[in-house]
């Protein structure tokens, strides 16, 4: 079995992270699996929506430790390299996440943790079953995050309570996430794929390249100046515009109906 298996439903791409009796936990295999996964959800006209989950009770619960483990029979001068070749390709997956012209919403429930934080980080919505907990957790093993941990946390916590997350590793639950603002939505964990899919349908149903655009623009809202911005806003408002989808918006706001946005 693949450790991500990848399937399309509508215009939704499901990607299902897959090794359940380990949480879940970021192997090689899986590594492999999810930046196949993430690039072809990218590049595929006809994928709209990408949904990030968890096979099994968790999402997932960090790195595989028991690999971790077998590498410290390595010396460290040759520990290094392998580990710097490691998180450059974990992070060819985070790249292709926020890269993409699409919404992506993460799915979480059990344990979100390590990397598993980091990978729900990236998505543009996250919805949570009751039951999740968070940990950032790389401290607790004398490790620094990756995943683009320390350009998300802050940028959706604030820089204290980023620090707290990443210095102190402590648990906290999915009403906690929501008031820290990582999670968009709290549901009971027999709702988690039904309100991520309804969440899923909803924007794959929308206007693509004014929804590509919108969040291309938030993603570099917090990098530019005031001046850039505005000017980026410029010429993403012109192009959206000039696009069909605005003349069919307009249409069916004045005749009182639902868009039908053209579709791949």
Not at 20 to 46: G, K, W, Y
Request: aromatic share 6%; hydrophobic share 50%.
């Amino acid at each position: 079995m693949p450790a991500v298996i990848y399937e399309v439903q509508g215009h939704i791409a499901l990607l299902t992270l897959n090794r359940p009796e380990s949480l879940n936990a970021l192997n090689l295999a899986m590594i492999d699996d999810l930046r196949a996964a993430t690039a072809r959800a990218a590049f595929d006209p006809a994928v709209r929506v990408v949904v990030l989950r968890g096979a099994g009770e968790h999402f997932m619960a960090g790195g595989d430790l028991k690999w971790f483990r077998e590498q410290l029979a390595m010396p460290p001068q040759e520990r290094q390299p392998r580990f710097e070749a490691l998180i450059a390709a974990v992070h060819d997956s985070i790249l292709n996440l926020k890269g993409m012209n699409k919404p992506v919403i993460a799915a979480v429930q059990g344990a979100v943790a390590g990397f598993g934080l980091s990978l729900m980080m990236a998505a543009d919505l996250a919805v949570a079953a009751d039951n999740a907990y968070f940990t950032l957790a790389y401290s607790n093993i004398a490790l620094s995050p990756d995943g683009g941990a320390t350009w998300s946390l802050p940028r959706q916590v604030g820089l204290k309570q980023a620090m707290e997350i990443a210095l102190l590793g402590d648990r906290f639950d999915a009403v906690r996430a929501r008031e820290l603002g990582l999670v968009n939505r709290v549901v009971p964990p027999a709702e988690l794929d039904a309100e991520a899919l309804k969440l899923a349908r909803r924007l794959a149903a929308g206007p693509a390249e004014a929804l590509a655009r919108t969040k291309a623009l938030l993603n570099r809202s917090l990098d530019h100046s005031l001046e850039t911005q505005l000017v980026a806003e410029q010429r993403s408002f012109a192009a959206c515009g000039a696009h069909p989808d605005f003349s069919e918006g307009l249409a069916a706001f004045f005749e009182k109906r639902k868009p039908a946005y053209a579709k791949s």
